[in-house]
């Protein structure tokens, strides 16, 4: 069974830790209502997926903010800062999350933009991106209500190849629904893939024995692959039980194995830009590539991280949550301790294990 707990676990205690975390009982999840949405009247995409988001999610108008920002990857601080303010303006106490409808801008500065708006902006760490960054109230906290328990709204990007491929990134959030978990329901695999690549496989450390996050229907998997690429030439790479979530360490995923993805599959691979969404520095991978596979979340850095297991999500605490029905939202943002640099991006409320909510 999962190694449940009442608290949430201290992240100075786990820097170096190899042993299963305390994984925090959570005690609820965010709901439809408690979710803003900001949409970029500058942009089409923006436009377009923040119309099919609020139809598809039932968002009032009371929801929505609309904004005029520039589209480039790079928010300057005025636009930040008056961004803020009119979140701050617009959204009352009942807001806890919110869902950015683009893809750019996602970063201020080194901060990714969704830890500026949920932190506050860190000018400082941009004078050396890989030191350690503010430490995030919500990691492995149990709160389903994290503005009101934390003073921190987790942010997510609505972020996709295109509009077609944002409304589709959308309704599988929505299918995802408690789809899992029930008694005599499908059965489905986590893959956790330690690779050749010793900067970017230091999250491998953290896989956990699969004994320790058992439930029925559910599948933990640590495999040896040297890339994820490999994986397309085994024969059961499209076979056996769907993918529920997919992590790795390296630069590239490339072409994505054929997996067979759930609704609400996460996945993510640690490198240094991949939360640079519009064009990753040095050839890497962006994490948009998870979504156009199949994903229905994933994250990525928007500056140089180094590898700090912290800066990345804990594969045991974002398995851990998402099991016990919490959003994908909340499950990224409480398996990163420190998230100043993390961009998130896919549908926020998908939670195929938690309840169906009523039409």
């Given at each position: 069974m999962l190694a449940l707990l009442t608290g949430p676990a201290a992240w100075a205690q786990e820097?170096?830790?190899?042993r299963a975390p305390a994984i925090a009982r959570i005690a609820g999840r965010l709901q439809a209502p408690q979710l803003g949405l900001v949409v970029n009247r500058a942009d089409p995409y923006?436009?377009?997926?923040?119309?099919?988001?609020?139809?598809?999610?039932?968002?009032?108008?009371?929801?929505?903010?609309?904004v005029d920002l520039p589209i480039g990857a790079q928010l300057g601080i005025e636009d930040f800062e008056r961004l803020r303010g009119a979140i701050t303006e617009r959204f009352g106490d009942k807001i806890q999350a919110l869902a950015l409808a683009w893809v750019t801008p996602y970063a201020v500065g080194c901060n990714s933009l969704a830890g500026a708006l949920a932190l506050g902006h860190d000018e400082a760490l941009c004078q050396n991106s890989c030191r350690p960054s503010r430490p995030s109230a919500l990691y492995n906290s149990p709160s389903g209500r994290p503005w009101r328990d934390h003073g921190?709204?987790?942010?997510?990007?609505?972020?996709?190849?295109?509009?077609?491929?944002?409304?589709?990134?959308v309704d599988r959030g929505v299918r995802a629904d408690g789809s899992l978990g029930r008694r005599g329901g499908a059965t489905v695999r986590a893959r956790l893939l330690t690779t050749d690549d010793s900067?970017?496989?230091?999250?491998?450390?953290?896989?956990?024995?699969?004994?320790?996050?058992?439930?029925?229907?559910?599948?933990?998997?640590?495999?040896?692959?040297?890339?994820?690429?490999?994986?397309?030439?085994?024969?059961?790479?499209?076979?056996?039980?769907?993918?529920?979530?997919?992590?790795?360490?390296?630069?590239?995923?490339?072409?994505?194995?054929?997996?067979?993805?759930?609704?609400?599959?996460?996945?993510?691979?640690?490198?240094?830009?991949?939360?640079?969404?519009?064009?990753?520095?040095?050839?890497?991978?962006?994490?948009?590539?998870?979504?156009?596979?199949?994903?229905?979340?994933?994250?990525?850095?928007?500056?140089?991280?180094?590898?700090?297991?912290?800066?990345?999500?804990?594969?045991?605490?974002?398995?851990?949550?998402?099991?016990?029905?919490?959003?994908?939202?909340?499950?990224?943002?409480?398996?990163?301790?420190?998230?100043?640099?993390?961009?998130?991006?896919?549908?926020?409320?998908?939670?195929?294990?938690?309840?169906?909510?009523?039409?």
């Open positions: 820097r170096s830790s190899t923006s436009v377009a997926v923040g119309a099919h988001y609020r139809r598809a999610r039932r968002l009032s108008a009371e929801q929505v903010l609309v921190v709204r987790p942010v997510m990007h609505l972020a996709a190849a295109s509009v077609g491929s944002a409304r589709a990134l900067a970017r496989n230091v999250r491998a450390r953290l896989y956990p024995e699969p004994a320790l996050l058992r439930r029925p229907g559910v599948q933990v998997e640590v495999e040896a692959a040297a890339t994820v690429e490999r994986l397309d030439g085994q024969a059961d790479a499209s076979a056996g039980a769907p993918v529920l979530l997919l992590q790795t360490g390296q630069a590239q995923v490339g072409r994505l194995p054929r997996q067979r993805w759930v609704a609400g599959a996460l996945a993510d691979h640690l490198t240094s830009y991949g939360g640079q969404l519009d064009a990753p520095g040095d050839g890497q991978s962006s994490a948009m590539a998870w979504i156009e596979g199949g994903a229905t979340a994933s994250h990525g850095s928007a500056s140089e991280p180094c590898a700090h297991v912290q800066k990345f999500p804990h594969p045991q605490i974002l398995l851990g949550h998402y099991l016990q029905g919490a959003t994908a939202i909340e499950a990224y943002w409480k398996s990163v301790a420190w998230p100043q640099q993390s961009v998130f991006i896919g549908e926020p409320l998908a939670a195929p294990y938690g309840a169906r909510a009523s039409p």
